[in-house]
């Protein structure tokens, strides 16, 4: 018998605790919390993100400086209806869906409190987006919809159906799109939605996975923007090109990003730059930097590339200090919080799609904002967490909820490290889909049995040891 199949048997024989709930008691938690999320949220938030998404979706014309598949689908959206409505609902949908799914599956492998794991979605700092018309929130609730529905379909027969299948893989690459770097996160999840035996001891398969579940997707998303949607070329990656450039230049004091400057400007642009976001560079009285480049067609070009690999072979120590700069800004580890967005206020002001704060908005903003200095609104801790639960996966029995577990954790954990290289600003919702995933991911390591119990205890302990060192560290410094 597979390792599914046995765990489905080993989840018949825990009938006592799957009948201790009526049918229909799993639904009630996920069901409140989309009623509860649509009220506080509706018809949606808009940020500038958002807004200009929006504007896309109205058009029909769009660029690949967000990427495009969420402009796509609220173009097909707007066919049916205008607005940002059934967008807002798709991703509440997907996200509560998601948390049903895991939650079912917790309880059909004999872990009674399944049902409860819907819970998570009222945490302050996972409620807090979940009306926010986001890439971060898409990417979560797709891929948490898409991970739920193999759980349930793994843990209930062993395998998926044709529909589930359908549902899931739909989700997965909307997921796999919406966000640049959300490609490197990918290959975790799509070896546990095909039924591969995440992190077993078989270590070439995973590595290949990690190599081209990646090249796969890039390929994939760059025929979609081009030869689908048509997006307008806007070179987003030369963002990451020159808040580099910047930062290498602040730290030799020397301007390292081409361009036809004068000896003034030259001197200017190594000033132009925050640890933070790249927008330094272009803000301010900085704002010549990128007006220059763009009017001089250098955006977009080989110039910026060539100076930044040129800058990073010559500078390999300055790009370092530049990097760890940032993510500990990213990271918020080690000082103040660089930008205080736990909770985020609409900025439309078509009266149409106007939001109005209710109480349970309200009650909510006033908890984020009164949680934003703790770790949980700090990315560092997330990123920990995901470790741990990768760790701990390790010494627990084959299992769908050992596997859910290792495959969720790992994505959460690869998806918030790839901000230390590719990142360029440090807003605390890039970790939006690292919180959701360790959420589930411990919730389903709870469900594990382990191979030797005693080193599992031990390696629980190490890893609470590391993280409440971490804690320590960034509340005594």
């Known amino acids: ?36 999320s649509a009220i506080a949220f509706y018809p949606g938030i808009f ?7 929006f504007a896309q979706a109205q058009s029909g014309a769009f660029t690949d400086w967000h990427p495009p598949i969420m402009a796509a689908l609220w173009f097909v ?32 492998a004999g872990a009674r409190w399944g049902a409860l794991l819907p819970l998570v979605g009222f945490a302050p700092f996972v409620f807090n987006y979940l009306g926010l018309l986001w890439k971060d929130v898409a990417l979560a609730s797709a891929w948490l919809f898409a991970a739920g529905i193999a759980f349930r379909g793994f843990a209930r027969r062993g395998k998926l159906r044709a529909l589930e299948q359908v549902a899931m893989w739909t989700a997965f690459l909307y997921g796999a799109l919406v966000r640049g770097n959300s490609i490197f996160a990918a290959a975790p999840l799509a070896l546990y939605l095909l039924d591969t035996d995440i992190f077993s001891r078989r270590i070439w398969p995973q590595i290949a ?55 003034e400007q030259a001197r200017r642009i190594p000033n132009c730059y925050g640890a933070d976001k790249w927008d330094h560079v272009g803000m301010g009285g900085c704002r010549f930097v990128t007006q220059t480049l763009d009017d001089r067609d250098l ?26 700069a940032f993510s500990n800004q990213m990271m918020r580890w080690l000082g103040p919080i660089p930008v205080h967005d736990s909770f985020m206020e609409s900025e439309i002001t078509d009266p149409r799609y106007e939001h109005h704060p209710g109480p349970i908005f309200r009650a909510y903003e006033a908890a984020s904002e009164a949680l934003d200095q703790t770790p949980l609104f700090r990315p560092y801790f997330w990123l920990l967490l995901s470790a741990a ?89």
């Open 1 to 36: 018998m597979s390792a599914q199949g046995k765990a489905v048997a080993n989840s018949e024989t825990n009938n006592w605790s799957i009948s201790a709930w009526p049918n229909w008691a799993d639904a009630v938690v996920p069901a409140l919390g989309f009623l509860l």
């Open 47 to 53: 940020t500038p993100d958002s807004l200009d998404q």
């Open 77 to 108: 959206l707007n066919r049916l209806h205008e607005g940002p409505e059934l967008i807002f609902f798709a991703h509440l949908a997907l996200f509560w869906v998601g948390l049903w799914a895991a939650g079912d599956a917790l309880t059909l």
């Open 209 to 263: 996975a990690l190599v081209l579940a990646p090249a796969l997707l890039l390929t994939g998303s760059s025929m979609l923007n081009r030869q689908v949607l048509q997006a307008e070329a806007q070179n987003p990656e030369d963002s990451l090109f020159l808040f580099d450039l910047a930062g290498i230049s602040h730290q030799t004091r020397t301007n390292l990003v081409p361009g036809p400057w004068t000896a």
């Open 299 to 324: 955006w977009g070009g080989p110039a910026i590339t060539h100076a930044w690999i040129g800058a990073i072979e010559r500078y390999p120590l300055q790009y370092a200090a530049h990097r760890l």
């Open 389 to 477: 639960s990768v760790a701990l996966s390790w010494f627990a029995t084959d299992s769908p909820q050992r596997r859910f577990a290792s495959a969720i954790g790992a994505s959460a954990f690869i998806y918030l490290a790839t901000y230390v290289v590719f990142g360029v600003a440090s807003d605390f919702r890039y970790a939006y889909w690292s919180v959701i995933g360790v959420c589930v991911a411990l919730g389903a390591l709870g469900a594990c049995a382990w191979r030797v119990p005693r080193h599992a205890a031990y390696a629980a302990i190490a890893c609470a040891a590391a993280i409440g060192a971490a804690i320590a560290t960034s509340v005594a410094l």
